[in-house]
């Protein structure tokens, strides 16, 4: 194995992309902590390494043992659509409960949001604006990151593993025409984009055409334009969210990150 292995947290990891997370983590040697609402489900859903502990990201008083001497995050939380919490509370509110509880901890994040996140779509609650409003956060929170945005679960076909990483997030029919990409293929992402000094700071699409899976990510990493440093969105994405627009809540989250991150 050619990385280091770490203490993996990953948040989200009873979902269906955090049940592949969680295994391709332990497949990678990485000692993997799952935070879960719910034990005995996780306890049922999970192999038996995963460590797991318990607490609801829309509580923070719950998290700080989730976060204990972790060296990495992975972030595939989503609200259900059940009504019972809004993309607010879990999509973007869970990720900043997240940072705001790491007290001086500097872990790398791998945060998966969605193909599309940045088309203004008022669809499913404004679903997407939470989402991209969650990468702006950890952007401005000062970790060594990589945002993955994901087209859509499990639509493509068996000859189609090649993976393409795209900018820009052009994508915006909000059909899978935007592109597919298989679950598993998606952590196998995130997981080597924590040991991947070339993923750092970046931002991307992922998608799966035609072809074989590669056998290297590195070089598809290495592709990338890296976000620019402060900025808020990736690089190559439309400014179409003008910070002074958004939520004076939002705005205030911003700030205090920052602060955070420069204290
Ligand atoms: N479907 C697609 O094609 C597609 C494409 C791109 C992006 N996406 C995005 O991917 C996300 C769905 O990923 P998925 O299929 O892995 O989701 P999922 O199966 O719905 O899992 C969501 C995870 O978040 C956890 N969670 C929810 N609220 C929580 C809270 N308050 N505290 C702690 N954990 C909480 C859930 O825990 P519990 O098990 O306890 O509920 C679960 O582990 C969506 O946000 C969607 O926008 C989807």
Redesign the pocket.
């Known amino acids: 194995m050619s990385h280091t292995p770490m203490t993996v947290l990953v948040?989200?990891?009873?979902?269906?992309?955090?049940?592949l997370v969680v295994a391709e983590s332990i497949a990678r040697g990485h000692t993997t902590r799952a935070?879960?609402?719910?034990a005995a489900?996780?306890r049922r859903q999970l192999p038996a390494e995963a460590q797991l502990v318990v607490?609801?990201?829309?509580?923070p008083e719950t998290l700080p043992p989730a976060v204990a001497d972790v060296d990495a995050l992975v972030l595939?939380?989503?609200?259900?659509g059940s009504g019972h919490?809004s993309p607010e509370?879990?999509?973007y509110a869970?990720v900043r409960n997240i940072l705001t509880v790491l007290d001086g901890r500097t872990p790398r994040v791998a945060l998966?949001?969605?193909?599309g996140v940045t088309s203004r779509s008022s669809v499913?609650d404004h679903?997407?604006d939470w989402?991209r409003r969650s990468e702006r956060i950890v952007r401005a929170g000062g970790l060594s990151y990589t945002i993955v945005?994901?087209?859509?679960?499990?639509?493509n076909g068996p000859d189609e593993q090649r993976l393409v990483f795209l900018q820009g997030d052009e994508r915006r029919s909000g059909t899978p025409d935007d592109g597919v990409i298989s679950?598993a293929q998606i952590a196998q992402v995130l997981v080597q984009a924590l040991t991947a000094p070339e993923a750092e700071g970046k931002t991307f699409e992922l998608v799966a055409e035609a072809g074989p899976e590669p056998g290297d990510m590195g070089p598809l990493f290495a592709a990338l334009a890296p976000d620019a440093p402060g900025a808020l969105d990736a690089a190559r994405d439309e400014a179409n969210m003008p910070l002074g627009k958004e939520p004076q809540r939002v705005r205030d989250d911003l700030d205090a990150v920052r602060a955070r991150a420069h204290a």
């Open positions: 948040v989200g990891a009873t979902g269906s992309i955090g049940r935070l879960v609402r719910d489900k996780a607490a609801d990201v829309t509580r595939t939380l989503g609200s259900d919490a509370a879990v999509d869970g998966m949001t969605a193909i499913y679903l997407l989402k945005r994901p087209g859509w679960f499990d639509m679950r």
